[in-house]
């Protein structure tokens, strides 16, 4: 990490000025987004910066590590150029939109990175038993034909594993991704050679995130949008309120974030949600396993590979026990840490501390701890007057869904220096340092710590990635009147499907029930094999 100390308050101010801040926050007017839709014959762009795209950004930030800016080439059909994390200077939309063609086939960074991308799907393949082997069994079924879906995710070689295995039951996609940061460049290059609509590179402006989501979204002749699977709400949000018409053909919605959930549940209230919609983050497949044991080894990835800590008696406070907290904490527990909850919900907080953690409020703890979390879903967990209070050094992240729970926008002000520290591939960090010489350090800009600074172990995002594809499936070929204009969970039979997708993977045998047992227990033999009320 730099030591440096900061720069006389001028200088302060000026870095502060002129910041372009990105968001990934709720939409505020969709129909001020750039740009038309598909267009098939359309030109193919990947973006590329100027030699001197780096320090276009220095006005915000004075960096300690910008890449190495990389010859620009330009040829009739498509603009390419560096794939480092760095090439932020010009976004690849605007030379689309520049050259007089704004609706590309698809838009990416680097489309000539497509053979590293490549490599880093066929990896992924190897570690996600259960989509491959839905894939297997249900490409001749083609159980999606015609179906044509708006995604809106994170894009990275197991999502990519995912949208193949869509296109191979059948269905047509267009993909953006739903937060700036987290999107793969080599592996948008792959799906976008491969022939899919892809539209995302990691460091999104802005206008560029609404700008990749509205090439998804808006109807033409020759894409009807049916289906939509989000991450976040984005998507069905935008859709709702620049495309109501076409969102009314929408056959149903699969949401996988507890942000996404909230904001259907919000619609379905104030009945403004016409079709039905599938939440896939209440799931037990989703809930358990992505939620609680993939961040318990995402967390500790992202913070060694951000920050290069040691965690052996640093003192951390987590903020939410739900199953991402609980994650969290166990993995920080595990590696010597001092951990502290913080909680509203008394049901979590005795699970807390009955797994031997103190239960507290943040003040208490804010002067003294090394390391703050937040896994809430809510906003404003974290504000500026904690981060007044914070210890120099303190390392602050973000792994719940939204980019609203720290609150980043207070930290810029002239009195206020960013530092951009890291800015490679899986590693996003600043420091915001002091009049006084203080400084934190925060990873991500407040945005997911786990896919922004790390990875996700591919293994776990298979248990996801088929429980989406099935909530598809189920959605899409549902008899007319089988789900109203509601949110709905997955039915318990599939969640099961999906654990027996994966259980060969460990060698795992399952016990059957006889049928006087079954008929003990009132079972079916084949399950489900829990009421939906079961907490598991």
Same mark, same amino acid.
């Given at each position: 990490?730099?030591?440096?100390?900061?720069?006389?308050?001028?200088?302060?101010?000026?870095?502060?000025?002129?910041?372009?801040?990105?968001?990934?926050?709720?939409?505020?007017?969709?129909?001020?987004?750039?740009?038309?839709?598909?267009?098939? &014959?359309?030109?193919?762009?990947?973006?590329?910066?100027?030699?001197?795209?780096?320090?276009?950004?220095?006005?915000?930030?004075?960096?300690?590590?910008?890449?190495?800016?990389?010859?620009?080439?330009?040829?009739?059909?498509?603009?390419?150029?560096?794939?480092?994390?760095?090439?932020?200077?010009?976004?690849?939309?605007?030379?689309?939109?520049?050259?007089?063609?704004?609706?590309?086939?698809?838009?990416?960074?680097?489309?000539?990175?497509?053979?590293?991308?490549?490599?880093?799907?066929?990896?992924?393949?190897?570690?996600?038993?259960?989509?491959?082997?839905?894939? %297997?069994?249900?490409?001749?079924?083609?159980?999606?034909?015609?179906?044509?879906?708006?995604?809106?995710?994170?894009?990275?070689?197991?999502? %990519?594993?995912?949208?193949?295995?869509?296109?191979?039951?059948?269905?047509?996609?267009?993909?953006?991704?739903?937060?700036?940061?987290?999107?793969?460049?080599?592996?948008?290059?792959?799906?976008?050679?491969?022939?899919?609509?892809?539209?995302?590179?990691?460091?999104?402006?802005?206008?560029?995130?609404?700008?990749?989501?509205?090439?998804?979204?808006?109807?033409?002749?020759?894409?009807?949008?049916?289906?939509?699977?989000?991450?976040?709400?984005?998507?069905?949000?935008?859709?709702?309120?620049?495309?109501?018409?076409?969102?009314?053909?929408?056959?149903?919605?699969?949401?996988?974030?507890?942000?996404?959930?909230?904001?259907?549940?919000?619609?379905?209230?104030?009945?403004?949600?016409?079709?039905?919609?599938?939440?896939?983050?209440?799931?037990?497949?989703?809930?358990?396993?992505?939620?609680?044991?993939?961040?318990?080894?995402?967390?500790?990835?992202?913070?060694?590979?951000?920050?290069?800590?040691?965690?052996?008696?640093?003192?951390?406070?987590?903020?939410?026990?739900?199953?991402?907290?609980?994650?969290?904490?166990?993995?920080?527990?595990?590696?010597?840490?001092?951990?502290? !909850?913080?909680?509203?919900?008394?049901?979590?907080?005795?699970?807390?501390?009955?797994?031997?953690?103190?239960?507290?409020?943040?003040?208490?703890?804010?002067?003294?701890?090394?390391?703050?979390?937040?896994?809430?879903?809510?906003?404003?967990?974290?504000?500026?007057?904690?981060?007044?209070?914070?210890? &120099?050094?303190?390392?602050?992240? &973000?792994?719940?869904?939204?980019?609203?729970?720290?609150?980043?926008?207070?930290?810029?002000?002239?009195?206020?220096?960013?530092?951009?520290?890291?800015?490679?591939?899986?590693?996003?960090?600043?420091?915001?340092?002091?009049?006084?010489?203080?400084?934190?350090?925060?990873?991500?800009?407040?945005?997911?710590?786990?896919?922004?600074?790390?990875?996700?172990?591919?293994?776990?995002?298979?248990?996801?990635?088929?429980?989406?594809?099935? %909530?598809?499936?189920?959605?899409? &070929?549902?008899?007319?009147?089988?789900?109203? %204009?509601? !949110?709905?969970?997955?039915?318990?039979?599939?969640?099961?499907?999906?654990?027996?997708?994966?259980?060969?993977?460990?060698?795992?045998?399952?016990?059957?029930?006889?049928?006087?047992?079954?008929?003990?227990?009132?079972?079916?033999?084949?399950?489900?094999?829990?009421?939906?009320?079961?907490?598991?």
């Amino acid at each position: 990490m730099s030591d440096g100390h900061g720069e006389p308050n001028t200088l302060r101010k000026d870095s502060v000025a002129t910041a372009n801040v990105s968001s990934d926050s709720p939409v505020t007017d969709p129909g001020q987004v750039r740009g038309g839709n598909t267009d098939g &014959n359309a030109g193919k762009f990947e973006g590329q910066r100027g030699k001197s795209g780096a320090l276009k950004k220095s006005a915000r930030y004075r960096s300690r590590s910008l890449s190495a800016s990389s010859a620009d080439s330009y040829s009739s059909t498509s603009y390419t150029g560096s794939s480092s994390d760095e090439d932020e200077g010009v976004q690849p939309h605007e030379k689309a939109i520049a050259a007089g063609q704004p609706n590309p086939p698809y838009c990416v960074r680097n489309v000539e990175q497509h053979g590293f991308g490549r490599r880093e799907i066929e990896i992924a393949e190897q570690e996600m038993p259960g989509i491959m082997a839905l894939r %297997a069994r249900a490409k001749d079924d083609k159980p999606l034909k015609d179906a044509k879906i708006v995604g809106c995710t994170h894009i990275n070689a197991q999502t %990519a594993v995912l949208i193949e295995t869509l296109a191979a039951l059948g269905a047509t996609v267009r993909w953006a991704a739903c937060n700036i940061y987290s999107t793969q460049n080599e592996v948008a290059a792959a799906l976008a050679h491969a022939g899919f609509a892809i539209f995302a590179w990691r460091g999104e402006s802005e206008e560029a995130f609404w700008w990749c989501i509205d090439q998804c979204c808006t109807p033409t002749g020759a894409w009807q949008p049916n289906m939509i699977l989000d991450d976040g709400g984005d998507a069905t949000h935008l859709m709702l309120k620049k495309h109501p018409t076409a969102f009314k053909q929408i056959k149903g919605i699969v949401e996988e974030s507890v942000t996404g959930v909230h904001r259907l549940y919000q619609l379905s209230k104030a009945n403004k949600l016409c079709v039905p919609a599938m939440n896939v983050n209440d799931s037990v497949t989703k809930t358990k396993f992505d939620n609680l044991y993939s961040c318990r080894e995402s967390i500790i990835d992202a913070l060694k590979r951000s920050t290069d800590l040691m965690f052996g008696g640093k003192q951390a406070v987590v903020c939410g026990y739900g199953e991402v907290g609980k994650g969290c904490c166990q993995a920080l527990k595990a590696l010597g840490s001092v951990v502290y !909850v913080t909680e509203i919900d008394p049901i979590c907080a005795l699970q807390a501390a009955m797994d031997g953690f103190r239960v507290v409020k943040l003040n208490e703890v804010i002067r003294q701890v090394d390391i703050v979390i937040t896994a809430t879903g809510n906003k404003g967990v974290v504000t500026r007057e904690h981060m007044e209070r914070m210890k &120099n050094g303190c390392v602050v992240c &973000n792994m719940g869904h939204s980019n609203t729970e720290i609150d980043v926008h207070a930290l810029r002000t002239p009195d206020l220096l960013w530092e951009r520290v890291r800015s490679q591939l899986f590693s996003q960090v600043d420091h915001i340092i002091w009049p006084n010489d203080k400084r934190i350090v925060l990873l991500a800009e407040g945005r997911l710590a786990n896919l922004c600074c790390s990875s996700l172990p591919s293994f776990v995002v298979s248990v996801t990635a088929a429980t989406q594809a099935l %909530a598809l499936i189920e959605l899409y &070929n549902a008899p007319q009147h089988r789900y109203k %204009a509601d !949110v709905y969970l997955l039915p318990k039979k599939m969640d099961e499907y999906v654990a027996s997708l994966h259980l060969p993977t460990f060698d795992a045998h399952l016990t059957e029930l006889t049928d006087e047992q079954a008929k003990y227990l009132g079972l079916n033999k084949v399950g489900p094999f829990k009421p939906n009320y079961y907490r598991y």
